[in-house]
């Protein structure tokens, strides 16, 4: 008789609602290794060239190959597998969006519920880290020649193991005092225990990659310093300059970006203070400004630091919410409280200038913008305040410019991220750039696969000294 396929997911376990809005440990608990084979025996092992699934993956994982391996009980060859496209699975397999991604296709969907890809690679890449597995990696002789990189975010990292695979001596520069990017100072432990960061790094540098914290290029060192020392360099800045709403009171205390407001959390840990010595603003009522992953992360972080009501304040409705539906859901259950149709037009602060109230408009939807999304149209009159004792800003980043000012050669949209051309090269020969620097705020992997290709342009720039006369400018 033909084996039966199980056409619901193997449920990952999470901690309570409840509990976790008092602690920063991890919400989904992950698989255990009884869980993950059972998962992984209802994937119908697609053929390689045919897999949906390894085509969505920016990185194309073998994810048919490595699941076969956890069936057979093989951890390290299952690790093997992804550690040929992808570094950083315990990273990955945590913040990727999957059901865009590698899920989306997936051929199980049609049967039944897709296959849990992102948390399969988890269990992977935890199972390895807890009992010491590591991927065997084939490294190239050292061909003499040297990289620079500029940011140790997913992109850098990923560019870094790369090159040092393929032989080179890699320095990664970092302006803050600990590597990761975004991955340190922005996605909260709850999501993404910084330890896991911390270990994928420490592999990184077994490897032979070396990390200069503490340094800003364009101010502690000068790009044109790094083009001389190195034979290329590799720009993976991101995008962490945060934007406001200039309206009254914005200078307000008590009001953060949401870049602030999280590194303090994360990366200062101020969540522990007094024990670490960064503070954050405590209260009772705290508004999060904007609807993507970032307004969730600050949200679910500020009933964590002990505020009792959170709001989500979102000019338009839900549907048209940025956010990951996990997070969204994962907010809601925690009580995070959201109101539509609704833009901030003043902060009105008490005599020391804390924030009081956000004066608040209500919004209709209008026709389509160039987004293809309806535009919030205020509706005159209908101006209501919230009182507050917090407001985290979540409405967008864009690059940092520190580095770009000094360096008038290198090019930039008028969005500020770099010009570069479908290999990754700047408008400066011999300087590539990649991730967020150059897509403006994108994913982890989409980064993860600018520094793949990036690593492979810069290896062929290196061996056949080739620079086009004119960049020609490609939209990523
Ligand atoms: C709060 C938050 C949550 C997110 N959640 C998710 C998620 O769940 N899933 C997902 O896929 N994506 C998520 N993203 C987006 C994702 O993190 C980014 O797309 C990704 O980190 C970009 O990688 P990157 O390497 O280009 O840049 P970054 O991660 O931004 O790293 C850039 C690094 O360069 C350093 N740097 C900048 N300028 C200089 C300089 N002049 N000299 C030296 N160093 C410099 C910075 O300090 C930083 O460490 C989130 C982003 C934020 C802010
Ligand atoms: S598409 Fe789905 S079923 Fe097919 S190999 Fe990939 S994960 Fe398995």
Not at 64 to 87: C, M, Q, R, Y
Not at 286 to 305: C, E, F, K, Y
Not at 342 to 358: H, L, M, T, Y
Request: hydrophobic residues 40%; charged residues 25%; glycine residues 10%.
């Amino acid at each position: 008789m033909a084996k039966q396929i199980k056409k619901e997911r193997i449920k990952v376990p999470e901690q309570d609602p409840k509990a976790r809005i008092h602690n920063f440990n991890e919400v989904a608990l992950g698989y255990t290794f009884e869980l993950a084979k059972e998962e992984a025996s209802r994937c119908l092992q697609c053929p390689y060239n045919f897999a949906p699934c390894i085509k969505g993956c920016p990185v194309n994982v073998n994810i048919p190959g490595f699941i076969k391996k956890i069936l057979e009980e093989d951890i390290k060859g299952a690790l093997e597998v992804i550690h040929k496209t992808n570094s950083l699975p315990g990273i990955t397999g945590r913040v990727c969006p999957q059901e865009e991604q590698c899920e989306m296709n997936c051929v199980m969907g049609k049967l039944g519920d897709k296959i849990n890809i992102g948390k399969l690679e988890r269990f992977v890449a935890d199972y390895a880290r807890e009992h010491g597995i590591m991927p065997e990696t084939e490294i190239a002789p050292k061909n003499g020649k040297r990289v620079a990189i500029v940011g140790s975010g997913p992109a850098g990292l990923t560019a870094a193991s790369d090159l040092i695979k393929m032989g080179y001596d890699v320095t990664v520069f970092e302006a803050l005092h600990e590597p990761g990017g975004v991955l340190i100072y922005g996605i909260p432990e709850f999501r993404l225990p910084k330890d896991i960061v911390h270990y994928e790094v420490k592999y990184l540098k077994m490897l032979g990659a070396k990390i200069e914290t503490n340094v800003v290029i364009g101010k502690t060192k000068s790009l044109y310093d790094l083009a001389k020392e190195y034979d290329a360099v590799f720009l993976g800045t991101g995008a962490g300059t945060p934007k406001f709403l200039n309206i009254p009171g914005v200078n307000c205390k008590g009001i953060y970006s949401a870049n602030e407001f999280l590194t303090r959390i994360n990366l200062m840990k101020a969540f522990k203070f007094p024990e670490y010595d960064t503070p954050i603003r405590k209260g009772k009522k705290l508004a999060v400004i904007g609807a993507g992953n970032v307004a969730m992360d600050a949200a679910r972080s500020a009933l964590r630091v002990g505020y009792e009501e959170v709001y989500i304040l979102y000019r338009r409705t839900r549907e048209y919410m940025t956010a990951r539906e996990e997070e969204i859901h994962h907010a809601e259950e925690e009580g995070v409280k959201f109101m539509f149709l609704v833009s901030p037009v003043a902060f009105i602060g008490d005599e020391d200038c804390n924030v009081k109230v956000v004066k608040l408009i209500m919004n209709r939807l209008g026709e389509p913008d160039s987004s293809g999304r309806r535009r919030p149209e205020p509706i005159p009159g209908t101006e209501f305040g919230l009182e507050v004792d917090a407001v985290v800003f979540a409405i967008g980043q864009k690059p940092n410019k520190v580095l770009y000012q000094e360096v008038p050669e290198l090019k930039t949209t008028r969005w500020g991220t770099l010009v570069v051309d479908e290999n990754y090269r700047t408008t400066m020969p011999g300087v590539f750039a990649g991730g967020d620097a150059v897509r403006g705020e994108a994913t982890v992997v989409l980064a993860m696969g600018d520094g793949k290709r990036a690593a492979k342009a810069i290896d062929e720039y290196i061996k056949t000294g080739e620079w086009p006369k004119e960049i020609e400018p490609h939209n990523f």
